[in-house]
């Protein structure tokens, strides 16, 4: 699967995004979708991830509550909104396909491929 982050910008603090990841391959439907973000100087880090259906979906801590992840299996397209966003939030975001043989559940990106290009998100203060 190929993917491709969009939707990035600046906004202020308290503010709301919603990014998309555009996937195309005819694995898409069957993978596990993730996202994870990586600011300056910093690791990358886990925000979410969103099973198969679209029914069961996890969160990194810092982003709970806040962000909620979707899926549209028909439009090939996984779908990050941000809320109540923090400037501590900067970063650029990227989406990825779970590797088949790694638990669901898991927030080692190492356990993630097909990473698709970022996309870059601003919170101002």
């Known amino acids: 699967v190929q993917l491709q982050a969009s939707g990035g910008g600046l906004v202020q603090a308290g503010g709301s995004l919603r990014l998309s990841c555009a996937a195309s391959?005819?694995?898409?439907?069957?993978?596990?979708m993730g996202w994870f973000r990586q600011a300056p100087g910093k690791d990358r880090e886990f925000v979410s991830a969103?099973?198969?259906?679209?029914?069961?979906?996890y969160y990194g801590d810092a982003v709970k509550g806040r962000f909620t992840t979707s899926r549209d299996n028909a439009k090939n397209t996984v779908y990050l909104q941000m809320n109540s966003l923090k400037p501590e939030d900067t970063a650029v975001y990227y989406c990825?396909?779970?590797?088949?043989?790694?638990?669901?559940?898991?927030?080692?990106?190492?356990?993630?491929?097909?990473w698709g290009q970022g996309t870059q998100v601003t919170v101002s203060s």
């Open positions: 391959g005819r694995s898409f439907s069957s993978s596990v």
């Open positions: 969103i099973n198969w259906s679209g029914r069961r979906s």
């Open positions: 990825a396909a779970l590797n088949p043989l790694a638990r669901c559940g898991t927030q080692r990106s190492s356990d993630f491929g097909s």
